[in-house]
T-cell receptor
């Protein structure tokens, strides 16, 4: 079955560490997105990519970095510059015409 | 002003009740509209698209009012399993912009 796989499901990070969240899709979707969701809050866009080797900043890109070397993969690195990284991170993908998103099951990141 | 606004709720209703949520959007160039459902600590999942003529899927009815720039979701005969947060999504293709509402929380009680 096609879908989006995010890993790991839970991630613990020490202060000052960089961590990378994985997102892989086999839906042949062109566009991929990273969102952050804080408790009781809506989704905020971090980065998005519409084609391979190209990506754009979203509303809260500071402290994050991404790459899009393959159509299927869009990893997100949470750098030590991100001051408050504890959150639920969601990856999504869509066709070029974006007829609805498909979300991964999310990664819950906690700073310890 | 936010691109998409929703009443955060919570809406607390008894089983069997009818409940309606609205979502207003500010960009008149918006072209596609969706309702998503998000269970606690889970990812959002597509509930239904919203068409100009209105559409129904079982107990759920979605409507679009372009003149007033809002979409609505009506749930009839609420079930305990309908308890979740409902997010509206508005897409502006010309600018490749996707806007999520912050969600409306529904609690259906026995």
């Amino acid at each position: 079955d096609g879908g989006i796989t995010q890993s790991p499901k839970y991630l613990f990070r020490k202060e000052g560490q960089n961590v990378t969240l994985s997102c892989e899709q086999n839906l042949n979707h062109d566009a991929m997105y990273w969102y952050r969701q804080d408790p009781g809050q809506g989704l905020r866009l971090i980065y998005y990519s519409q084609i391979v080797n190209d990506f754009q900043k979203g509303d809260i890109a500071e402290g994050y970095s991404v790459s899009r070397e393959k159509k299927e993969s869009f990893p997100l690195t949470v750098t030590s510059a991100q001051k408050n990284p504890t959150a639920f991170y969601l990856c999504a993908s869509s066709t070029a015409r974006a007829y609805g998103y498909t979300f991964g099951s999310g990664t819950r990141l906690t700073v310890v | 002003r936010k691109e998409v606004e929703q009443d955060p709720g919570p809406f607390n209703v008894p089983e069997g009740a009818t409940v309606a949520f609205n979502c207003t959007y500010s960009n008149s160039a918006s072209q596609s509209f969706f309702w998503y459902r998000q269970d606690c600590r889970k990812e959002p999942k597509l509930l239904m698209s919203v068409y100009s003529s209105g559409n129904e899927d079982g107990r759920f009815t979605a409507q679009l009012n372009r003149a007033s720039q809002y979409i609505s979701l009506l749930i009839r005969d609420s079930k305990l399993s309908d308890s979740a947060t409902y997010l509206c999504v508005v897409i502006v293709y010309n600018f490749n912009k996707f806007y999520f509402g912050s969600g409306t929380k529904l609690n259906v009680k026995p």
